[in-house]
């Protein structure tokens, strides 16, 4: 009424100032509330879960997947035995696996480089093979076994180099061995000629 009075105005204009104030007031206190402090809790903490380590090869350090070779390490090394390495390990490595060579041991006529096939045997400080009947070095007391044959001995057969040698040995082992002496007909690289010039100098 003093405002109405005092300054003239009309009910209505002083009602409409009332309700601007009031709605101002209202929006000035949403906005405080709103815009006051509040605690933050700091996220947990998770652990990262644990990978386990691979199992490290007999002899040797783990190898992250890839393929595997078998070879059979005997002979003077201070473990020997068969042993599951890398494929393209080599001869040096085999040793490593089987814990190293004897003291003492002659290993002139042993290619440590030498990468390794499966199924083969590594055969430290004994003495090789005698040469079959008609092959290097003359006669021998009997042809060569093809079930234990390593491939330095198969490379030692006329027309066997390295090569054949090895997938003489790769066919062994996919067989799980020859049982006839026939069965090199059906390795790579002998044919005809070949298989008839070793038919007498090999067996089972």
Not at 138 to 144: D, E, I, K, R
Request: charged letters at 20%; a positive charge.
């Amino acid at each position: 009424m003093w405002v109405q009075v005092r300054c003239g105005v009309e009910p209505r204009t002083v009602a409409a100032v009332a309700v601007v104030l009031v709605v101002a007031v209202g929006f000035a206190a949403q906005q405080y509330w709103s815009g006051r402090p509040r605690p933050v809790t700091a996220p947990a903490v998770v652990a990262p879960a644990s990978v386990p380590a691979p199992a490290p090869l007999p002899g040797g350090s783990a190898a992250p997947g890839g393929a595997r070779i078998v070879v059979d390490v005997s002979g003077k090394v201070r473990d020997p035995g068969v042993r599951r390495l890398p494929s393209g390990s080599r001869v040096q490595d085999a040793l490593e696996a089987a814990g190293g060579v004897r003291p003492g041991t002659d290993t002139t006529g042993l290619n440590r480089a030498r990468v390794l096939v499966d199924g083969e045997q590594v055969l430290v400080g004994a003495t090789a093979q005698p040469p079959p009947p008609g092959g290097p070095g003359g006669a021998g007391p009997g042809p060569l076994s093809l079930a234990s044959a390593t491939v330095e001995q198969l490379d030692g057969l006329p027309g066997v180099g390295p090569v054949l040698a090895r997938h003489i040995v790769e066919f062994r082992t996919a067989r799980g061995g020859i049982r006839s002496v026939e069965d090199l007909r059906q390795v790579d690289g002998i044919g005809e000629r070949r298989f008839a010039e070793l038919r007498e100098l090999v067996r089972p």
